[in-house]
């Protein structure tokens, strides 16, 4: 933990400084107000306005240190959430579908929002209020100083009682995240398919379908707070009652003649600055409970979980071999006594029974797994590095998701498009018809609902003419069109695969006729 916070110095260190900043002016009126009776300070009208004027200046001045803190934390939050990501794309195919990328999504930003609390609450609240604490005990202690000493008895209980807290608060909130991550996953998985939804009669069967899901978010999140909660309330009444003692007997005192009226007003002052600096401390540890379980998240799934790479760089695919190729998932061995080669130009039929493995031959090319027996221009694939090996690849399945974003957006993915013609797109073949009702610049709806099957094809094939690819992969892009979009998207890839090695999988044996080279696929699986 304590690495992984060095880490994140930079924003630590700018949040210490706001934060003793904000504790000097916080203590501002209680130090001025025992300046003021110490010095028999003339108490009239001009001076009770200034002391008013200068209350409202600190707070103004604090809330502008927290408008700074917090704009400086948006770009830390954005910063660290994209270096999270980045360990999410990196991590072993495999692990990302047992994971699944929703939960996965889930728990990233529940870690940002851990990391986020923990320094702008959790770390500047053990900051400030040691300050502000031990500013007040020395105050308290210049009025009675048994006062000061029973205050002060009152740190080691608050602490050691809110440690024993969150030790067990720890596992809960284990628990917790993943009861909560799995629960909104399956929520979404309902309501994915709105089609679906709406034909449903009624509500009820939807409510069904969801109220276990929501029962095991919200009790989990119950069950953490019941003990969260009432064991803090113990601790909390027990201050509460000092508190109120405390104040009775400096009361007394007063009416004994034994104590200043002065020391009244400035304990009264000073008694809700103290209580309230340690309530907030034992508020400390529910941040740091979350910051353990993410952190642990991160280390174990993210971080334990790096897909292998290397450093060769690629240039160019110019040939693609496969002999005996394998992989394994698990204590499973599967095989491919596949021996074959292929080179540019080569439009290659992909066959072989459902369930065989095709995607999964495919899927080796991109090295989503580790695999054996596939050679890229003669060398072994796994020598090549992941990204200059994608790079050069495109692959297409059928289950492709649309972004709810531009058309122009789903087109690039991401890249930079000022390079782009796109006069000369938005005239070609593919896009003539989807540009009839829709310019580059329009919405697509979540999942692509605002689009047929073969516009969606179009769009996401329009990808082969604005970049450059050595391998053009379609699994399976055109059995749920109609047929003039699957012929114009294979006449497309007819007409820019002179430099390409293309492989198109398929039952459909008029896709045959498009190729110049068969792929007979067959498996066997073993247990190892």
């Excluded at 979404?188 to 009820?204: C, G, L, M, P, Y």
């Excluded at 310019?439 to 179009?458: P, W």
């Amino acid at each position: 933990m304590k690495h992984f916070l060095l880490t994140k110095k930079t924003y630590i260190l700018v949040s210490i400084i706001l934060t003793v900043f904000m504790a000097i002016i916080t203590m501002a009126i209680p130090l001025l107000l025992v300046n003021i009776f110490n010095d028999s300070f003339d108490v009239n009208y001009t001076n009770f306005m200034y002391l008013i004027i200068f209350m409202f200046v600190t707070y103004i001045i604090q809330i502008a240190l927290v408008i700074f803190r917090e704009n400086f934390a948006e770009v830390f939050n954005g910063n660290y959430a994209k270096g999270l990501y980045q360990k999410m794309y990196n991590m072993k195919y495999d692990k990302l579908l047992s994971l699944e990328t929703t939960y996965i999504v889930e728990r990233i930003g529940q870690a940002v929002d851990a990391l986020y609390m923990f320094i702008s609450n959790s770390f500047v609240s053990i900051v400030s209020n040691s300050i502000i604490i031990l500013i007040s005990l020395i105050i308290l202690g210049s009025i009675d100083i048994y006062l000061a000493l029973i205050l002060f008895l009152l740190l080691p209980l608050n602490y050691l009682g809110y440690k024993a807290i969150n030790k067990r608060l720890h596992a809960k909130s284990m628990a917790m995240q993943e009861e909560t991550a799995a629960g909104y996953k399956e929520i979404i998985s309902v309501f994915k398919n709105i089609d679906h939804i709406k034909q449903e009669e009624s509500f009820a069967n939807i409510e069904n379908l969801i109220s276990h899901s929501l029962d095991k978010i919200y009790k989990s999140r119950s069950s953490v707070n019941k003990f969260g909660q009432s064991t803090s309330l113990i601790i909390k009444l027990i201050n509460n009652f000092v508190q109120n003692l405390m104040f009775l007997w400096l009361g007394f005192m007063v009416m004994a003649n034994e104590s200043l009226i002065s020391d009244l007003v400035i304990v009264s002052i000073i008694f809700p600055i103290y209580f309230t600096a340690i309530q907030s401390l034992t508020n400390v540890n529910l941040e740091v409970r979350d910051l353990q379980v993410s952190r642990e998240f991160i280390k174990n799934e993210l971080e334990g979980n790096i897909e292998d790479d290397s450093d060769v760089m690629l240039d160019e695919i110019k040939e693609i071999a496969f002999h005996d190729v394998s992989y394994h998932i698990g204590d499973h061995r599967y095989h491919f006594p596949i021996h074959e080669a292929f080179k540019k130009g080569d439009i290659v039929f992909v066959k072989g029974t459902s369930g065989v493995g095709k995607s999964s031959l495919m899927k080796l090319l991109l090295k989503y797994r580790v695999g054996n027996g596939i050679q890229i221009n003669q060398q072994d694939i796994n020598t090549y590095n992941n990204s200059a090996l994608r790079g050069k690849i495109f692959y297409l399945s059928q289950d492709f998701t649309l972004l709810p974003m531009s058309i122009k957006d789903n087109i690039l993915f991401g890249k930079d498009g000022t390079k782009v013609d796109w006069e000369t797109l938005k005239t070609s073949d593919l896009l003539t018809s989807v540009l009839e009702s829709k310019t580059l610049d329009s919405d697509i709806y979540e999942f692509g609902t605002n689009l047929s099957g073969g516009e969606k094809q179009r769009i996401m094939i329009s990808k082969l003419l604005i970049e450059e690819f050595d391998v053009v992969i379609l699994d399976e892009v055109t059995s749920n069109i109609d047929k003039d979009s699957s012929e114009l998207i294979l006449n497309t890839l007819l007409h820019n695969s002179g430099d390409k090695i293309s492989f198109i999988i398929s039952h459909d044996p008029m896709i045959r006729l498009f190729c110049n080279r068969e792929l007979v696929v067959t498996s066997d699986k073993k247990k190892v």
